[in-house]
């Protein structure tokens, strides 16, 4: 039996950058609130201390933020006729662990989704007729609309300070800015960031050859900057250990550099770390939570009651939490019905290596951060006539050098080998002289593509892993083809001497790194047969659990997710604030 | 329950009585956990925890005798590392740039039994897709891998170990290694401990010199990577223009030490 705790208004579980978000909206509101937290505490000074923070064997090959499999992990399989099998190690995605979650080591791309991405079937529809949409791609509208998402990708943004150009003020197009982005109010915090060698020469290339390139919206900061929460970050050095590692500079945006240092003083707000949540408890009715219990590094269980139970547990968490608990209608995949776990989506990682000629070109690659770089988005999501391409999607292409740790980050042309004096050869004479561009696009829910519980193995506490059942559909990896070529035709224009095209192909595998930006298993919708949470992320089934995270996306654009996350952990508190707490209860009726 | 002080305004934070009544009021009290000992961390409204030690500064790794490999083992890996790195105009080799005593130390740590990676079973055969899906921690793999190609060498090359080849004889079995050809006994394979080996020789190459490998920063000089220089703002618009200073590791520079 679990020991029971004192009532809480509300608990939160995980403490990464949605609950904090989420923590402080709500201790704003006079609520007694408690976060409950799997890692451990971690903050800039001890934690990402800059006599040690830029150490690529710890951080990036050991991975010593992250999760560690052992805690958990998940099972995977392409199809539901293979045998799914643990990820010993994480590869393919990097799930965080600790106070600030993934948000500590992301790299800092600060995207907001396109206006069509919200009501991608209906727009599909209206522009190509149904018809263009396969059978088997369940992709959806999410329910709101991008001018519903405006003011809040705005507070994240302001969060956050992105240094970035807007490309449409009020829907007048802005030079040097994305021409494609929805008409934001307001400019960016911040300017955007300056620009080394590699990604200038990506800009005008790319613009000569007729494209509208603009710096990439970015978390790393281009200034000094206080944000309305009275947080003061720094500006970024460029430093070049950025994604996967914290920041020893205050410069990038996370928990710890925008809301924890407000969050932590106020006296309603109590964080538990090293306490993993096991699962939602429901009432008797089923449709009302009463609480979490969870587990401390003893091992001992404890209930925590509260009125109001918010997942903000990362994607991956979430889903599960949401299996374990019964909260929703688990999906069948072998008929199509259920909502949990369906429209597991993922982000297609296409990208194009460039060799230049060392004698001309020096980039200096270890010059560089995270979300540093220039953009170009005539290639993404419905930028471009898809009418004849047999194809829907596409990605953000980008010249991003995020920095050239040299353990991970040495590539050498096809063809050199592997070890030996000629190895060492190709790999100096490449260090300096080789430019990546990257297309991170579009992933498009499929029917068979889902998230549920293993029938066979289990975490250190005995419970199911998740398990995913995953490929690339088919339309995705025409997509990918598409704009790998495209990409392919900058690269050589800027002057590689050879540009080795990397499109993403199938099968889907666990084990080389692609993005952290795994989405959906409980959609958000308007229509409960085909969503888990209405368009306030609130739980149709028990409407006092909300759950904030990518995995509400229906499907996946041709963007990063986090600036989406962050507006909807906004817009979901502003909804509690504002509407749930007058009256608690469904927000929308079905 | 009391208003609370929010801290960037000094004002108290919004605080509506009417938006709590409905929510069940039970007295805030402050959880003790006492009686389950400091197990789990409490942090309260009370600023920021600065916990020191909280995680540990890496510790500069020093020469001396083998942690985990054998004298032999030890032998064979700095044979390896010597042929996967040799020694020619742009670099010592690998055995000279520490990469036997990185790998070495790595495999007595949590690396080396894979403490932190899920190695609960069944272990079962995966397709390629799915990763490494044995029951093979590295520092196995070494023990059991670096005896099969001792093994190995004695039964195919005239009862000679891999120690007396010639490098050209080095570099082809290496070579049939990678391609996993060198038939080895046993439940490692070769292909899986040259990997392996080819792995962690780089990760010693061209880690921080505190792990024990790349001394002197060797390969990142030999390279051009400047180390843990962490502010680069005034190079970011040096287009195509050298870096010039010279690399700093997180223990600091040779030079910096006193002389004499
Ligand atoms: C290497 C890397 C690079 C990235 N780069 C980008 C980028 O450039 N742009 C972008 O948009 N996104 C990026 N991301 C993704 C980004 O980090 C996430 O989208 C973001 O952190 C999600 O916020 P979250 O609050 O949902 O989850 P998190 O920030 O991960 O927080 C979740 C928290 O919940 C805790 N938790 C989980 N389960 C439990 C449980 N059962 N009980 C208690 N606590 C629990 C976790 O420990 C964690 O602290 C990147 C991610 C990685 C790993
Ligand atoms: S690149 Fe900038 S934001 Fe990223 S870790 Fe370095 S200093 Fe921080």
């Known amino acids: 039996m679990a020991r029971k705790l004192p009532h809480k208004d509300v608990v939160i579980v995980g403490l990464g950058w949605t609950g904090s978000i989420i923590a402080n909206e709500l201790c704003d509101e006079g609520l007694d609130v408690v976060a409950l937290e799997r890692g451990p505490w971690r903050d800039t000074a001890t934690d990402f201390n800059i006599g040690y923070a830029a150490d690529e064997l710890r951080y990036n090959s050991r991975q010593e933020l992250m999760l560690r499999p052992a805690q958990t992990t998940v099972t995977a399989r392409n199809n539901a006729g293979q045998t799914a099998l643990p990820m010993r190690q994480f590869g393919s995605f990097h799930p965080g662990n600790g106070v600030g979650g993934a948000g500590v080591h992301w790299a800092g791309i600060t995207w907001r989704f396109s206006p069509a991405d919200f009501r991608l079937r209906s727009h599909f529809t209206e522009r190509y007729g149904a018809q263009a949409i396969p059978d088997d791609m369940t992709i959806q509208d999410w329910g709101l609309t991008y001018e519903d998402m405006e003011p809040y990708y705005d507070r994240f943004e302001y969060l956050a300070g992105v240094s970035g150009k807007a490309g449409n003020l009020n829907g007048q197009l802005q030079d040097g800015g994305n021409p494609f982005e929805g008409p934001r109010k307001r400019e960016f915090p911040n300017p955007p960031m300056a620009q080394t060698y590699g990604p200038t020469l990506f800009a005008e290339t790319a613009a000569k050859m007729g494209y509208k390139p603009f710096p990439i919206p970015s978390s790393l900061l281009s200034r000094t900057y206080t944000n309305p929460l009275g947080v003061t970050m720094g500006q970024c050095t460029f430093c070049g250990f950025c994604t996967n590692y914290g920041c020893a500079n205050y410069s990038k945006a996370s928990a710890q550099t925008t809301v924890l240092p407000v969050l932590m003083r106020k006296s309603n707000f109590e964080l538990r770390t090293l306490c993993e949540v096991l699962k939602v408890n429901l009432d008797s009715t089923g449709k009302k939570a009463t609480g979490v219990t969870y587990v401390d590094t003893s091992g001992e269980e404890l209930e925590q009651t509260a009125d109001l139970v918010i997942l903000c547990a990362f994607m991956l968490d979430n889903v599960r939490l949401m299996l374990l608990s019964g909260i929703g209608k688990p999906y069948d995949a072998s008929t199509g019905t259920g909502v949990v776990g369906r429209n597991f989506c993922y982000q297609m990682a296409n990208q194009v290596v460039g060799f230049f000629d060392p004698a001309k070109y020096n980039f200096n690659n270890f010059i560089g951060g995270g979300a540093t770089g220039m953009a170009i988005d005539e290639l993404n999501n419905d930028n471009f006539d898809h009418g004849p391409l047999g194809f829907l999607g596409g990605g953000s292409t980008r010249c991003a050098p995020i920095g050239a740790e040299p353990i991970s980050k040495r590539p050498t042309p096809p063809g050199t080998p592997a070890w030996g004096s000629g190895w060492k050869k190709a790999m100096r004479d490449s260090y300096l002289s080789n430019l990546s561009v990257g297309c991170e696009a579009s992933s498009y829910a499929n029917r068979g593509n889902f998230l549920d519980l293993d029938p066979t193995y289990t975490d250190r506490l005995g419970r199911p892993l998740m398990r995913i059942t995953f490929d690339f559909p088919e339309n995705d990896v025409k997509m990918s083809a598409y704009v790998t070529k495209k990409v392919g035709e900058i690269v050589r224009a800027m002057g590689a001497q050879q540009a080795v095209e990397y499109p993403r192909t199938g099968p889907w595998s666990t084990v080389p790194y692609q993005s952290t930006h795994v989405v959906g298993g409980t959609a958000m919708g308007a229509d409960p047969s085909t969503s888990v949470v209405n368009p306030f992320l609130q739980s149709w089934d028990v409407p006092n659990v909300f759950t904030v995270g990518a995995n509400v996306f229906p499907q996946n654009s041709g963007f990063n997710p986090t600036g989406t996350v962050g507006a909807l952990a906004f817009r979901a508190a502003d909804a509690i604030r504002s509407h749930y707490l007058k009256s608690p209860g469904p927000l929308v009726h079905a | ?260």
């Open chain 2, 1 to 260: 329950m009391k208003p609370s002080k929010s801290p960037n305004t000094g004002q108290p934070s919004v605080f509506h009585t009417s938006r709590r009544r409905f929510l069940a009021t039970t007295a805030m009290g402050l959880v003790a956990l006492t009686a389950s000992g400091a197990r789990a961390k409490l942090l309260f409204g009370t600023g920021l925890p600065w916990d020191s030690g909280s995680i540990e500064p890496p510790r500069q790794v020093l020469p001396g005798p083998w942690t985990f490999f054998t004298p032999r083992e030890g032998e064979l890996v700095e044979a390896i590392v010597e042929r996967l790195i040799p020694a020619d105009d742009l670099s010592v080799s690998g055995k000279d740039a520490g990469c036997a005593v990185f790998i070495d130390r790595q495999l007595s740590g949590h690396y080396g039994t894979s403490d932190r990676l899920y190695m609960k079973g069944p272990f079962q055969p995966g397709l390629p897709t799915q990763g490494d899906q044995t029951d093979l921690t590295p520092a196995k793999t070494y023990r059991q891998g670096l005896k099969a190609l001792d093994d190995h060498c004695r039964r195919t090359m005239n009862g000679k170990s891999f120690t007396d080849l010639s490098p050209e004889q080095k570099d082809k079995l290496l070579t049939a290694m990678e391609a996993g050809e060198a038939k080895f006994e046993g439940p490692v394979g070769s292909g899986s401990l040259f990997s392996l080996l080819l792995q962690n020789t780089m990760e010693g190459f061209f880690a921080d010199p505190i792990y024990g490998g790349n001394r002197d920063m060797v390969s990142w000089k030999m390279i051009g990577f400047p180390g843990t220089r962490y502010d680069y703002r005034d190079h970011v618009l040096k287009h195509n223009q050298k870096y010039t200073l010279p690399p700093v590791s997180i223990g600091g520079r040779g030079d910096w030490a006193r002389k004499g």
